[in-house]
Every structure is written in C-alpha cells, then in structure tokens.
C-alpha cells in the first residue's frame, strides 16, 4: 500500500518547456488536490478535483492545467514553465466519505525553473 | 471557509509541553479542525482532529472551547524531533472542499 506517490522527485526545467507530474494514489478517494509551497511559506491550492473526469480552480491555477481521467491519477501540466513556478509540489488525498478534513499528502516534487 | 489565525513561530525546550493555539471565529457548524505536521522536505502529515471539547491521541491532544472559536494543540514533553511546522485548518469535508492551509507555527524544540 503504498498510499500517494508522487513522480518525479525532482525537476529542472528550463524556462518555456513542459512538463507533467503525476499523483497516484491506492487508497480510492474521490478528492485530490495540488498544492505548490514557496520556501517558507504554507501550501497553495494550485487546482483539486472531487471525482474522475472533474477538476476545479483552486487559489493560483494560472499557468497549470489539470486532470483526472482515472480516479487514482491527477495530473498537473505547466505548459511554458516560468522561474516564478519554481516551487515544491505536493499533492493530496481525502476521502469525502470520511467526517472532517484528514488529508494524505505526496513527498513533493521538488520543480526549478531556470 | 474559515480563516485560522495562528503564532508564527515558537520556542520551546526538550521534555516541555508545548501548546499552540488557533483561532477560527468563522467556523461553520459542519466544519472539523484538524492539524498537520510538516518536517522540511516532506509533504504535511495528519496529526490529529476534533470537533468539540477534547480529543487525545498517541500523539497529541486537542483542546476546542464550547464557542469553537479557537481550538489548542498539546504536545507533552516535546522532543527535538517535533520541530516542524505545524499547521491548523478548518472545513467538513464535504462537495466542493477546499483545504487551506495558512502559514503555520514553527515550532523550534531546543536541547
């Protein structure tokens, strides 16, 4: 069981390329969601889906797209990345079915812009 | 959704009990409170939740007053290895859940 797994680990990318990174979780939630965090700072909802097939915009969604077209993998896409995306990126799982907030995170993918 | 308000940084010594609190006037009558710990490098990890009075785990305790405007994490005889950042939120889990996460406390365990 090996619960969220996030791919890649780690990233360099130069500015204008693309990339996409992947969350699978195993453990059959519905909700998932991305977060960036900048040094120092709390976590940022990117984008969050509440099912296969949907997707929503979270606090900062510009310049990322999303998707879930399997309920176990939600894919976030930079399509010309910006230093200014250079953060860390963690995504998150919640079971809905499940009184209140207790949320099942990634270890991060760790993504420089230069 | 609830905004929570909390200190941004504290120190404390080995063996203390340490305890942080946060406030969230704006809590919905649905809405749980849960806190994360999140050591640097790693993605937040669920410490404990609570809706009401007290909760207490292997880990922690959490104390939430009858107005649940504020809630307090414990953590008894803290050790170096609780420095981290800790982190308190407010929702229900429901459709369209977003979970926020605010700045956190830094908590500094020192020898």
């Known amino acids: 069981n090996a619960g969220v797994t996030q791919t890649p680990k780690f990233r360099v990318l130069k500015t204008g390329q693309s990339m996409t990174l992947l969350c699978a979780q195993d453990?059959?939630?519905?909700?998932m969601y991305w977060y960036r965090q900048d040094p120092g700072m709390g976590l940022r909802l990117i984008h969050y889906?509440?099912?296969?097939?949907?997707?929503a915009k979270g606090e900062v969604p510009d310049g990322y797209n999303v998707s879930r077209l399997k309920k176990q993998n939600f894919l976030l896409g930079l399509e010309s990345a910006a230093p200014s995306q250079t953060s860390v990126y963690f995504c998150?799982?919640?079971?809905?079915?499940?009184?209140?907030?207790?949320?099942?995170f990634g270890q991060g993918t760790r993504l420089t812009v230069v | 959704l609830a905004k929570t308000t909390q200190p941004i940084s504290m120190d404390s010594y080995e063996g203390q009990e340490v305890n942080i609190t946060c406030s969230h006037n704006?809590?919905?009558?649905?809405?749980?409170i849960t806190w994360y710990q999140q050591f640097p490098s790693q993605g937040p990890r669920f410490i404990i939740q609570?809706?009401?009075t007290k909760v207490t785990n292997e880990v922690a305790s959490l104390f939430i007053p009858a107005d649940r405007k504020s809630s307090t994490l414990s953590l008894p005889r803290v050790s170096l290895s609780d420095t981290a950042v800790y982190y308190c939120?407010?929702?229900?889990?429901?459709?369209?859940?977003?979970?926020?996460f605010g700045a956190g406390t830094r908590l500094f365990v020192k020898a």
């Open positions: 998150a799982t919640i079971d809905p079915d499940r009184a209140g907030t207790e949320a099942f």
């Open positions: 453990m059959n939630h519905e909700y």
């Open positions: 889906s509440v099912g296969e097939g949907t997707t």
């Open positions: 704006n809590i919905a009558t649905n809405d749980y």
């Open positions: 609570g809706y009401k």
């Open positions: 939120l407010v929702g229900d889990g429901t459709g369209g859940f977003k979970t926020i």
